[in-house]
Each structure stands twice: as structure tokens, then as C-alpha cells.
């Protein structure tokens, strides 16, 4: 086999640009203008990126092409990095991103962009950012990074095998989007002139414990805010302890954050402890997707009561779930609907887990591709 060469990021890619000084808008006018808060796992979240007012005459200096890597500067998000993989016309990028356009022909950007993923490259990033209290990264930093250059149809055949991992990973997490909003708009079809049932009717609302104060470090994740909104990370805590059975998360559970940060959530993880400022609820007679749905579309108004509380961390108490009414379908509307949203919710939970499982898979397989320890056959990948 061809041997591999060692290359920087400056090497394979034209000269770097930093993006563009300009105001993010609303209204659908002027260049799309991706910011670094739209960089998600690699690549582009096309659906929160604004249109900004940035002039004719600059968009071609800080126009995008697919190809393109673009990796943020400044704050907690430096060295997070994402592939264009599609062309998009007048789309711009902003000031605290930084564009690299990878060399035709001898460099594939699927490949320098899993680079940018690597464990590598995040050391590379730490190395920079570490002690500082704002940290940054410049360009000529981000061209330092050196990393395994195979020949061009190797980088293609490895881009092409974590790409596939990621477009299942992609797809799953579209019908993960879309089922939640079926079940809305099905259940919306049934309620006019439905009558209310009060929120604590829906189920039973079982509080979490304290289990964090001297936690062991080993077993099951402790669940906090934290966990649900963004999954495990550096200051999640671990508890090896017994609780029962309803203060425990399971995969499938519906969980509602009643402190701080409200909101409702499917739990899909690996078993986990409650913590408090969390009820796991538990559904007593309406099915589990009516349920979250009816708690999804009331939530706003438990945030509008916990944000006029003058208190550090605003919440609701229970007299709130017993005095607050939501609309539920008829019995013979709800038996109808189950026999479709039924097995939908039970789907929305088999992608949710197998992405946990992709997501491990691509993890585990990435450093071991991009380092040459495993290879691909060249035309293996399609």
C-alpha cells in the first residue's frame, strides 16, 4: 500500500479568510450568513441560519462553496468545525469563523473534515485555548494542525464510510423531528371544542432526589438539567446507589424539568437517576404520546409562571399541574389516533436509540481510520 504523508491543514487548503462583519435579519433578504451557533456535530444546521445585511459587492469574498471548512475562532465553541456539503447560492459566513478551501484534486474535504473531528485535532485546539479566559484560535493556528494524508482514493473511500454512518444518523434525526409534529398537528385536528382536562390528570408527576451530594463517581448517570438538554459531559455526576423504581430513567420515559430550565423530554439514554428540580411522569391512563404532547403544548405557560417568580431560579409547584387545563381528544378520538401514533412513538424511540449506537459506532471508528490503524479497500465504499 501507498504510504501516508504528513500534512498541515495549511498545506492542503488555499489561503484562510476570516468571515464577515455583519448583522444577522429575520426577514428573508440578503445572503444566508452561517455563524458558528449554526455549526452542529460537523456540519451546517441550515434551518437556524438568518439572512444578514451584508453588501453585493463583499459577498464574493466571503461566499461559500461546497467543499469549504469553516472553523470557529473565539469563545466556548473554538475549534468546532463543519463541511459544506451542499451549495448553497449567496451564502456567507460570519467574523468569528474561519474559511479553509481545501486544494483540488490531491485533497477530499470529507476527509480533512473528519480530521477536524478527530481526537487529534481537539488536542491540537486545547493546546491553544488552554488557561485562557476567552479562548480563540487564529487561522495560522488551525494551519498548524498536522495529520495522515492517504492518496486521494483512499481519503475518498474513508470520507465515504463515516459519511454513510453519519447520512443514517442525519436521516433518523429527521424523522426524530418530524413524529413529534404529526402528533401535533393529529392531535390538533381532534380538539376543537374538546374538553380540558387538568395537567395533573394526565399522569402522575413523581419528583426526583437529591443524589448528587456525595455521589461515588461510579454506576449510573445522576440526571440533572444539564444532562437532559445536552446528554452526558465533563461535569456530569455518577451514583452507584439503589433508588426506586420511579426515580429512575429509563429509555422511553417522559421526564419534565420544573425548575430553571422547563420543558418536557423523552428520555432515550441508558438508565439514569433522577435528580431533583425533575419529575419523571408516568402515564395513568392517556397514552404515552398523548401525554407528552399535552405537556409540550402547555409548557409556555408553566415558563410564563416561573419567569414572573422574583425569585434566582424561577419554577412551578404542583398546585400549578392540578390548577392548569390543556385539551385533550375524546376516548373514541384518542383509541383512533393510537392505532397510528402508537407505533409511531414507539419508532421515534428505535431511531433515538440507534443513533446512540451509530453515533458510538463512528466515535470508536474515526481515529482508527484517519490514523491509518484500519484501512479501507479503495472502491469498498460507496
Not at 82 to 107: I, S
Not at 153 to 181: C, F, H, M, V, Y
Not at 261 to 279: C, E, K, P, T
Not at 280 to 295: E, H, M, N, Q
Request: glycine share 10%.
Amino acid at each position: 500500500m501507498v504510504e501516508w504523508t504528513t500534512v498541515t491543514l495549511a498545506q492542503v487548503c488555499e489561503k484562510p479568510q476570516y468571515g464577515a462583519i455583519a448583522k444577522g435579519t429575520t426577514k428573508a433578504e440578503g445572503p444566508l450568513f452561517v455563524r458558528q451557533t449554526d455549526i452542529t456535530s460537523g456540519f451546517i444546521d441550515w434551518n437556524s441560519v438568518p439572512h444578514c445585511d451584508l453588501g453585493a459587492s463583499e459577498i464574493g469574498r466571503y461566499s461559500l462553496k461546497r467543499g469549504d471548512l469553516l472553523i470557529s475562532r473565539l469563545g466556548n465553541g473554538v475549534g468546532n468545525a463543519a463541511a459544506v456539503t451542499e451549495t448553497r447560492e449567496d451564502a456567507v459566513f460570519a467574523g468569528y469563523l474561519v474559511r479553509f478551501r481545501p486544494k483540488a484534486r490531491t485533497v477530499s474535504s470529507g476527509y480533512v473534515g473528519y480530521q477536524l473531528r478527530s481526537p487529534a485535532w481537539r488536542q491540537h485546539v486545547s493546546s491553544y485555548r488552554s488557561g485562557a479566559a476567552q479562548p480563540t484560535l487564529n487561522a495560522q493556528q488551525m494551519g498548524d494542525f498536522e495529520f495522515l494524508l492517504p492518496p486521494i482514493a483512499e481519503q475518498e473511500a474513508i470520507a465515504a464510510t463515516l459519511g454513510a454512518l453519519d447520512d443514517k444518523i442525519e436521516s433518523n434525526r429527521r424523522l426524530i423531528d418530524l413524529i413529534p409534529q404529526l402528533i401535533r398537528a393529529q392531535v390538533d385536528s381532534e380538539i376543537e371544542g374538546a374538553a380540558e382536562a387538568s395537567v395533573s390528570s394526565l399522569a402522575s408527576f413523581v419528583n426526583g432526589g437529591a443524589y448528587t451530594k456525595g455521589a461515588s463517581g461510579k454506576g449510573r448517570m445522576v440526571l440533572r438539567i444539564a444532562e437532559l438538554n445536552s446528554g452526558p459531559g465533563g461535569s456530569t455526576v455518577y451514583n452507584d446507589i439503589e433508588v426506586p423504581g420511579d426515580r429512575t430513567a429509563r429509555a422511553g420515559d417522559i421526564l419534565m424539568s420544573w425548575s430553571g430550565s422547563l420543558g418536557v423530554y423523552r428520555w432515550f439514554r441508558d438508565d439514569a437517576i433522577i435528580n431533583q428540580h425533575i419529575f419523571k411522569v408516568i402515564s395513568t391512563g392517556y397514552p404515552a404520546w398523548l401525554v407528552y404532547d399535552r405537556l409540550d403544548a402547555v409548557m409556555p405557560v408553566f415558563q410564563g409562571i416561573a419567569k414572573d417568580k422574583a425569585t434566582t431560579m424561577g419554577h412551578i409547584q404542583r398546585g400549578h399541574l392540578d390548577s392548569t387545563a390543556v385539551p385533550v381528544p375524546s376516548e373514541d378520538s384518542i383509541r383512533n389516533l393510537d392505532q397510528v401514533l402508537g407505533p409511531l412513538w414507539d419508532r421515534l424511540l428505535l431511531a433515538e436509540r440507534e443513533n446512540l449506537a451509530l453515533e458510538r459506532a463512528r466515535d470508536a471508528l474515526l481515529p482508527e481510520l484517519l490514523s491509518g490503524r484500519i484501512r479501507v479497500p479503495v472502491g469498498a465504499a460507496t
